[in-house]
Structures are given as C-alpha cells and as structure tokens.
C-alpha cells in the first residue's frame, strides 16, 4: 500500500513551520521513521507534510550548565556517539534498545517523544530524569515537564499547531546510579515491559530519592517515587516483594498475543528489583 496524496513543505524557519501548521491537517517529518510507516498502511492522512529537516537551528546538541540540549532534528544515532551524551548516563543505556541502528541513524529524539508510543524507551527516559520538552506555537514558545508530556497513547500535549522544538535533560551530578532494563521478543522489537530508574545519594552515602518510569505497560510512561522502597530494602532479592507489589497497582495494560498483563507485571516487578539494586550500588560507588 501506498500513502495518500499529501503536498510537501520544507520550511526556511521555524516561525513558517509554525504557520503551515496553524493551517491545519499537516504533520511533522524529522526522522519519519514512526511516520512513514503510519502513512504507508493509510492509518494517517495528512493533507501536508511539515519537513523541519532543514532547520539548522533544530539540529543542536549542546551542553549548557547542568543540561543537555538537544534539537527537535537530531538523529538518535548521533546522540548514541556523541561523547557530549555522557554526561546523561540513562540516554547512552537507553539508546542501543531503540529500534535498530539503521532507524536510528534516521530516527530522531524529539520524534521518539512527539509519536508517543507507550512501548518506547525515550518518552520513559526523559520522563524518569524529569526532562523539558520546548514547544513553539503561534502563541510564542512554551515548557512542558516530560513527566506530563505524553497524555495517552499516541498523544501528547502538544496541540496540531505547535511544534515540538527541543528537549532539555539534566546531567548526572555525583552520587547519581542508573538503572535501565526491558524485554522484548527480539531485539529492537516494541518493550513488552520496561523500566528507567534513577538513584541520587549524598556524599554521606545517604539516600536522597529514586525514580523509576516504567514503559510498555500502560498507555504512557508510569513515574513512581520509589525512595520508600529503596529505604527499606537495597537488594535485589530485599525488593522483589516491593516491585511486584508496583508492578501489579502500575500495569493496565491488557493482554495481547505477546503477554498477558500478569506476564508483563512479573517482567516488570523482577525488571525493577534488577535495576534499582544496581543504580543504588552505582550511587554510593
């Protein structure tokens, strides 16, 4: 099958990429390997497509202070080689399972958190370190946490008139620990279950918080507070009753050809247990 008939648009700036989305019925192409797919079965039909790839101001990756920021046109494929993305841990553990490397020399990072796909890795990473996806409109620019960005599957806060510019994520700091984990039936297929966790402790060795963003298993990312969890139990074997208990209030997702919402639950709970131990660990290393 092929796509419908859609007209082309490369925008010279922004504020006219903008302005042909305010006009209604057009969606956005960066990396298109989420699109492409969608318009080839004919389950999208924009009457316009939106090509930001010429933007170079979409195309930054920098550092500045205590963030890394990215462009809404950066492949994922360079942010998995550039030694600036060190300095987020998570996004370098995260990165490898995203698809195949050949998506990801296409696939973009802000595509990844715009098509908001409950399976995907990015919208759970960005949502876990409390992340800032930028966001330009007609009505000027605005900030939306990552944590409140994805509001369903598939959708997002962003309305059809604004485009998704950048996203900004903090960098680790000392007495952070990482953790990142999830199954899938081959590599680089959807997450039947995952989690992102990260642990921050203080130079005493004291815990401070941990999060953890569960993905694959509801509609969008699921972001605990797990502290309490990790006050109690630093184990993987101490956790495992904690993060099944988790597991089985966070997975509503139901059961399909791949796995049953039990299944995924118990990928999750054992998931979890596996990578807070290990990013506790990290944290007072």
């Not at 550039?82 to 195949?100: E, S, W, Y």
Request: proline letters at 6%; aromatic letters at 4%.
């Amino acid at each position: 099958m092929k796509a419908a008939p859609f007209a082309y648009h490369r925008p010279a700036s922004v504020a006219e990429a903008v302005d042909t989305l305010a006009t209604g019925d057009a969606k956005v192409l960066a990396g298109g390997q989420s699109l492409v797919p969608v318009l080839a079965m004919r389950l999208g039909r924009p009457g316009t497509l939106v090509d930001i790839t010429a933007l170079s101001e979409l195309g930054r990756l920098e550092r500045r202070g205590d963030e890394l920021c990215l462009g809404a046109a950066v492949r994922q494929r360079r942010v998995e080689r550039d030694p600036l993305t060190a300095a987020v841990p998570l996004i370098g553990r995260a990165m490898p399972f995203v698809g195949h490397r050949e998506l990801r020399s296409r696939g973009t990072v802000c595509g990844s958190l715009a098509h908001a796909d409950p399976a995907a890795e990015l919208p759970a990473v960005a949502a876990c370190l409390g992340a800032v996806v930028e966001v330009t409109g007609p009505h000027g620019d605005r900030e939306v946490p990552a944590a409140s960005f994805v509001t369903g599957a598939m959708t997002t806060a962003v309305s059809p008139d604004e485009l998704v510019t950048g996203v900004r994520f903090p960098t680790a700091g000392p007495g952070e620990g990482f953790g990142f984990a999830e199954i899938a039936r081959r590599h680089g297929d959807f997450a039947l279950a995952g989690v992102a966790v990260r642990v921050r402790a203080s130079s005493s060795g004291a815990l401070r918080d941990a999060t953890l963003a569960a993905f694959g298993v509801s509609d969008r990312p699921v972001v605990r507070d797990v502290t309490d969890l990790l006050a109690d139990a630093t184990t993987e074997a101490e956790l495992r009753p904690a993060t099944a208990a988790l597991a089985a209030e966070v997975v509503d997702t139901a059961g399909d050809a791949h796995g049953s919402t039990a299944y995924r639950a118990r990928l999750l709970g054992v998931l979890a247990a596996r990578e807070l131990a290990r990013a506790h660990r990290e944290a007072l290393a």
